[in-house]
């Protein structure tokens, strides 16, 4: 690699970044990570900070997990490549797609298509879930419904169930026969409802009469994250999904679950799904499967339909979809020693436990800081929302959230800001210390304002 001098010159000059303006990233470069250990990761200008962002909701193992490591190692020396497409297969693959759907087996999962990533699982969960109602001869299913403020990835099938118009606008006309109803958010929605029971009732019937005004029988399915991410951490009642699965029970529509961010113990449930003992038809997953250690994702499928794929004797039933890296065999490797790590590691139970801490940290800082409007947790997940005004609920503007996170920065923890929220979403091997530590520097950050 070319030395520090040179990276910092070009820094941001040859690439353009995801979600950020090419022109902004040139005035202002990104912070370069060069090294991970543990929860700490450190920039190129040698300061070493708390990753508080977990790499971008995904490291859950921490950026030292020698298995991990080891399994890539190896499944590199033994076949770098092999396609997973009709004809072939490869080991990791077949040994990861068993464990999956042994794992989320709960949430009645049977069967696993491997993808690249978040986006192309929810991609694929759209498209199998059109293809379903083909095979079953309801070609009229096409239509589907999303929350508000739901994040779904950014191909044109996700960014047309996304439910922010930053990720939409831009980029449309999206897919049509697209529908959106109120998140359950008690901070801001359009009932001014802040009981969070009397709120999932309200959204869950904003859903009833969406489909009455579809026709159930034009609507292929409903899209949701069990607790919405980046949207803002929004985290729906428990009544809230098991509702949704009724409804779209009674009127058969299948119910995805993007658990892109909640899978793999997150929310202190191994799935977001569990959280409300829901089982939904597809299951979208990616980020921790690997910990981040490799670009995987897969869309798991439940009984009901796969039973319907393999039973068919239609001319709709061959998938017409899938990847080149679609189960890639050094990505499954790491997968498999993801998984077998987060088991052992117990992830979950600590999510659960670090995530009470930080939830009284982060209610410490709402009590101390008026510019704190609301703050937001599930397990590992959670969020601040800075207003200007607590009364009106103005957001914060972009200069205040730069100031909170530059200055937590300088006090030794990196913090990621979306829109007028603080996200946080460390490792799920944060120790209570790690969390401590993660409210001293938001203390120090908000404090500057
Ligand atoms: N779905 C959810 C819930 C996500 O949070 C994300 C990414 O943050 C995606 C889908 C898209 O995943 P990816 O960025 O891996 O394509």
Redesign the pocket.
């Known amino acids: 690699m070319r030395d520090i001098n040179f990276l910092t010159e070009t820094n941001a000059k040859p690439i353009w970044h995801p979600m950020a303006h090419p022109a902004e990233m040139r005035a202002n470069p990104p912070k370069v990570i060069m090294k991970g250990e543990g929860v700490m990761v450190t920039d190129i200008a040698g300061n070493t900070v708390l990753d508080a962002v977990g790499g ?2 995904n490291v859950n193992l921490g950026y030292s997990c020698d298995p991990i490591k080891k399994a890539i190692a190896d499944q590199l020396g033994a076949l770098p490549y092999y396609s997973g497409f009709r004809g072939t297969s490869t080991g990791p693959s077949i040994e990861l797609a068993y464990e999956l759907c042994e794992w989320f087996e709960p949430e009645g999962m049977v069967r696993t298509f491997f993808t690249s ?6 991609e694929t969960a759209l498209r199998l879930a059109r293809q379903y109602w083909k095979i079953r001869g309801q070609a009229d299913r096409t239509k589907f419904i999303a929350l508000k403020k ?5 191909h044109f099938g ?1 960014a047309s169930v996304n439910g922010n118009a930053n990720f939409r606008r831009n980029y449309e006309p999206l897919l049509p026969g697209v529908f959106h109803i109120p998140a359950p958010w008690t901070f801001r929605n359009p009932f001014d409802e802040t009981d969070p029971v009397r709120l999932a009732k309200l959204c869950a019937r904003a859903l009833e009469d969406e489909i009455a005004f579809q026709g159930g029988d034009t609507i292929a399915a409903f899209i949701m ?1 069990p607790v919405l ?2 949207g803002g951490v929004i985290v729906p009642h428990e009544s809230f999904m098991p509702q949704v699965r009724e409804i779209c029970d009674r009127h058969e529509i299948l119910l995805i679950a ?5 899978g793999f113990g997150r929310t202190g449930a191994w799935s977001g799904s569990r959280l409300s003992g829901v089982k939904p038809d597809f299951m ?1 997953i ?2 921790a499967i690997t910990s981040g250690y490799f ?1 995987l ?1 897969a869309t798991l499928i439940g009984a009901k339909v796969a039973d319907v794929f393999e039973a068919d004797k239609t001319s709709f039933g061959a998938i017409g979809h899938g990847y080149t890296y679609s189960g890639h065999p050094v990505g499954c490797a790491a997968g498999l020693a993801a998984l077998a790590e987060t088991k052992r590691l117990r992830l979950n139970e600590n999510a659960a436990a670090r995530g009470v801490e930080l939830a009284a940290v982060l209610e410490g800082l709402k009590a101390k800081h008026a510019i704190v409007g609301d703050v937001r947790y599930k397990g590992l997940m959670a969020a601040l929302e800075l207003v200007s005004d607590r009364a009106t609920k103005k957001p914060a503007d972009k200069k205040t959230m730069a100031l909170v996170s530059e200055a937590a920065y300088e006090a030794g923890v990196m913090l990621r800001v979306s829109g007028n929220a603080i996200i946080l979403s460390p490792p799920l091997i944060v120790s209570a210390a790690d969390v401590a530590r993660i409210g001293e520097a938001l203390d120090a950050g908000l404090s500057k304002v």
């Open positions: 971008l909701w990533g978040g986006s192309d699982s929810v739901g994040y779904h990835g950014t996700g994250e991410g980046a993007d658990e892109v961010v909640t979208t990616a980020k670009p994702g």
